[in-house]
């Protein structure tokens, strides 16, 4: 496989949203989430063979200078042939914090696998948190009771643009949507995890499986 990106001069999406004068604005960071998702649909459903990332996060997002995401580091990635529905791996590889839950006790790698490492992802840029902190504390694992209660997204919310939220219907009902993803995408150990779009008009997936399945508490 021989990948041929544009120059990212923005560097990581990690670099920008970690380092310590970095401002991302809404903007920006639905952009990312934004094109991600495009990105991921085309190697799950468009590229002439499937192919499973199995290490998204916001290290192997570049960004041009149109603050473009590009997906990169393709160097655990698998080919997902169409009469498999799933590989079954006996070595656990990539990063600590992205792992979905049926990877890390089963071993199974599939489209959900890169779906659930993407939501956390989306919960880096909705929070502003790294997915472990310094204590190995787990984003997944504060973020999840305020999930599972329903609670306004703007408890989570990044200080650095959560004074914004009120300003704009748009961006309200973004931030809305990308909860509503998180609580899906990092439900539990769910093979049948949706697909799901944060903007229906815009994100790449739609649901494809019954929604009571969706959620396991």
């Known amino acids: 496989m021989h990948l041929v990106l544009q ?6 999406l990690a670099n920008l949203l970690h380092g310590s004068k970095s401002k991302l604005n809404w903007d920006v960071r639905y952009k990312v ?7 991921l649909e085309y190697l799950h459903e468009k590229c002439p063979r499937r192919i499973i990332h199995r290490d998204i996060k916001a290290a192997n997002i570049l960004l041009t200078e149109e603050f473009e995401p590009q997906i990169s580091d393709f160097g655990l990635a698998k080919w997902l042939p169409d009469k498999l529905t799933h590989h079954t791996v006996s070595s656990f590889e ?11 006790t089963h071993g199974i790698v599939d489209e959900k696998t890169d779906v659930y490492s993407y939501g956390v992802l989306l919960l880096e840029l909705i929070t502003g948190r790294k997915a472990l902190d310094t204590s190995k504390k787990s984003l997944v694992m504060w973020v999840k009771p305020f999930l599972e209660n329903n609670q306004w997204i703007t408890e989570l919310l990044d200080l650095h643009f959560a004074i914004l ?5 748009t961006y309200s009902e973004e931030l809305h949507d990308a909860e509503e993803y998180n609580a899906t995408s990092l439900g539990g150990q769910d093979l049948s995890r949706a697909l ?3 903007n229906k008009e815009d994100l790449c997936y739609v649901h494809r499986c019954n929604p009571s399945m969706m959620r396991t508490r």
């Open 33 to 39: 989430a934004l094109g991600t998702a495009k990105g």
């Open 165 to 169: 939220t009120t300003r704009s219907k």
């Open 196 to 198: 799901q779009s944060m």
């Open 94 to 104: 990539g990063t600590f914090g992205y792992l979905a839950p049926e990877y890390c």
């Open 7 to 12: 120059l990212s001069p923005h560097g990581s």
